[in-house]
């Protein structure tokens, strides 16, 4: 299949301004992962590669880098990828009912599976830094707050 | 403030006082506020001077270790032709932690400008500020206060018509706890996986891209501005108990309490007040049964133990426990402490980064321990062995998560033990929990 190219015209544009904010070409790196998974929603193989040469990297690094950290799709995933913390400070505050709502509404029926229509995807998360308003979640690049098993019907109705 | 709460009287509004005021967000109403007056002045003083205000004030690191950020400035050698860094540390992924985000979300600008005069007073030209992927709200919203700050001149090659260079970029993290540890974010900075680096060479002989470098946390610099404007003596007379600990601190409070939120609170203020009073005690029906005061790596804390701390460095310390990052977490009586810490002790898997076989096999090996005590599958031959993994995890690795995925198994096994032992024995959850969630 032919890849097209994620660095052209705005992209391209961006990437060389973000070059200009670091001493070296290899710190430009996560931000240009973000950009690829903006414009794709993952990191494909053939990204990697493209991300490669723009930094003068080897495929196999950037292949270590983005399989390090958590947010980085290395595969498509649903049109809503859906985040929950489950960490003690939310779990203590009801993180695993609405998990389990979360995993009926969808459609999911388990963490990590992608409904069968497609459009959502649900995976645990540890932590993420908003503990006080139990419980976090993302959909997305969207943070929800205070999510529980009574509001998870209404969080989902909203969404187009 | 309590946010999102009414503030109490008894707190000490400084950090939090525009927290929920969208117009302290743009660079007008910041400004309204008084906002840039201190990087004004400082760009005045020699960064020597700054430093020494600084130091004068008492102020310590905010993101956990508590060294004293005047010292850490003054490392930094001035005049050997390197390019220096700063490195503003808004990772906050410590369970229980959730400060830095509202000082984002809120005071972004108060954030740059404590940024700069950093930069400027440890011979930077540059500051990162790494903020953690997730943090979607606090990446847009730095994001166009620095637009701000250089479309006005503040920061960029000429700050405030200076002459001076600061030039400050938000830096967007990917998603991993570890990257929290000073070394790890560097190496994260640069595009490299975020595993933390042996020390020494410590970060301001080569820190970020191999030159010297100072790592703050979000909170420490937010105080800078505030120093620097209304002097040292100030500061350090918001101090109530210990001399060593002054300012005020913003604790997040989260977990089995009636009013979650963030309090800010000036350095030794009675945590038994704290609890009852502005975070409004436990849930209705509810008992407090232990708290972990400083963020999920620090010692668990009974309840005498809690209620007689005076809420600082030196307090935590002699109440068997640490402030770290003010990261309150509480837990009532419907909790079962063996299934939190064994989903502390996954957490802590997780993120380890598998660079030290004792974190490595450790978290995962006392992680299936816990589990397997909260199923009501455990021996007591198995709170020996949590105990001496503990022991084997602690002060033998690069970093120290491995330590602090060891500190709440201790703490619990010593606080705690008729709860693990009731599991062993009774050979089932005496409260009906269940390990896996
Ligand atoms: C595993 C680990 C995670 C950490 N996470 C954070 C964090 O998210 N934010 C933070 O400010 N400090 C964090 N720290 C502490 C930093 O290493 C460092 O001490 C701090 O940023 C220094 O800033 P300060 O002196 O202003 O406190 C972490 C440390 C470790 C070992
Ligand atoms: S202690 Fe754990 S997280 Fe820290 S460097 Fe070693 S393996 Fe990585
Ligand atoms: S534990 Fe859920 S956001 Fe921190």
Redesign the interface.
Known sequence: EHYEPVFVGEAERELEELLTHYPTKMAALLPALWIVQNARGWVSEEAMTEVAERLSLTPAYVKGVVTFYTMYHQHPVGKYFIQVCTTSPCGVCGAEDTVRALLDQTGCGELGATSPDGRFTVVEAECLGACGFATPIMINEEFVESVNKDNVTDILSRLP | MGFPHKPNPRETQILSRYFGDAEARTLEGWKKRGGYRALEKALGLTPEEIVNEVKESGLRGRGGAGFPTGMKWSFMKHGDGK?HYLCVNAD???????K??EIMRWTPHALIEGAAIGAYAIGAETAYIYI??????PLRVMGAAVKEAYAAGLVGKNAMGTGKRI?V?V???????ICGEETALMN???????NPRIKPPFPAVAGA?GMPTTINNVETLAAVPHILTQGPAWYKAMSHSSPKSTGSKLF?????IAK???YEVEMGFPFKDFLYDLCGGPPPGRKFKAVIPGG?SVPIQTMEEAEATMMDYEGFIAQGSMLGSG?V?V??DS?CMVK?IA??AR?YA??S?AQCTQCREGTAWTTRILERIEAGKGTMEDLDTLLSLSKNMTGTTICVLSDSCATPIVSGINKFRDEFEAHIKGKRCPMGATAA?
Request: charged share 25%.
């Open positions: 390019p906050e992924s410590e369970p229980g932690t959730f830095d985000r953690r992927g997730e943090f979607t709200e030039d970029h830096h967007k993290g990917a998603g991993a706890y994260s900075l640069e595009g490299k996986r975020g891209f997040s409070v989260c977990g089995n979650p939120g963030n999920s990261g977490i837990f009532d909790q939190q989903r502390l957490f997780h993120e980064c969630a």
